[in-house]
């Protein structure tokens, strides 16, 4: 009850009282690190979509720093590509189609980058290609082909520039 009348109280400040006395009012919190951001608008060298495991996180990050790219937009979500080519809900599907428009409007991007890996969770693990190294990539081909497809029939993607890399415990490989 008393939250709520402090809660009434505020409203009633924002509306009566000047804005700059209102912003003296707001706590804005105590920094916990302090580090500079550099503010600068940037055009995104690539999009890119992977899956969020962990493990492959630092081949993905080198990778792209040994090709010298300095500017993405990441995405990384379950099973990486598996959202645009067998997604569990068609609604994710249309979720990160709409972001890659976002990055496009945003970032003027014009790269799709799209990284599968080795014995992902989100396929079933290695066991689910029979802990076979030739079947797991070959199904993921075909799974990045529908991807591929997927993209470039979407309205305004037909001249994005896609590519997919595999990554395993070894290093980084392309695939399409
Ligand atoms: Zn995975």
Avoid at 47 to 71: I, S, V
């Amino acid at each position: 009850m008393s939250e709520n009348r402090q809660y009434d109280k505020y409203n009633i400040y924002e509306e009566c009282i000047p804005r700059s006395l209102t912003r003296s009012l707001i706590t804005m919190g105590e920094y916990e690190f302090l580090y500079e951001s550099s503010l600068e608008h940037y055009t995104a060298e690539a999009f890119t979509l992977r899956c969020f495991d962990d493990r492959f996180w630092k081949a993905f990050k080198n990778f792209l720093k040994q090709k010298g790219m300095k500017h993405i937009d990441p995405e990384s979500v379950a099973g990486g590509v598996k959202i645009l080519a067998t997604p569990e809900k068609e609604s994710d599907r249309d979720f990160m189609l709409r972001d890659i428009e976002k990055s496009i409007r945003l970032h003027h991007t014009k790269k799709i980058m799209l990284f599968p890996h080795h014995a992902c969770g989100a396929y079933g693990g290695f066991e689910a290609f029979g802990n076979d190294r030739e079947e797991e990539f070959c199904r993921h081909k075909e799974e990045h082909q529908r991807a591929h497809e997927v993209i470039k029939n979407h309205p305004g993607f037909q001249n994005l520039t896609i590519e997919s890399y595999f990554i395993d415990e070894k290093g980084v490989r392309r695939m399409m």
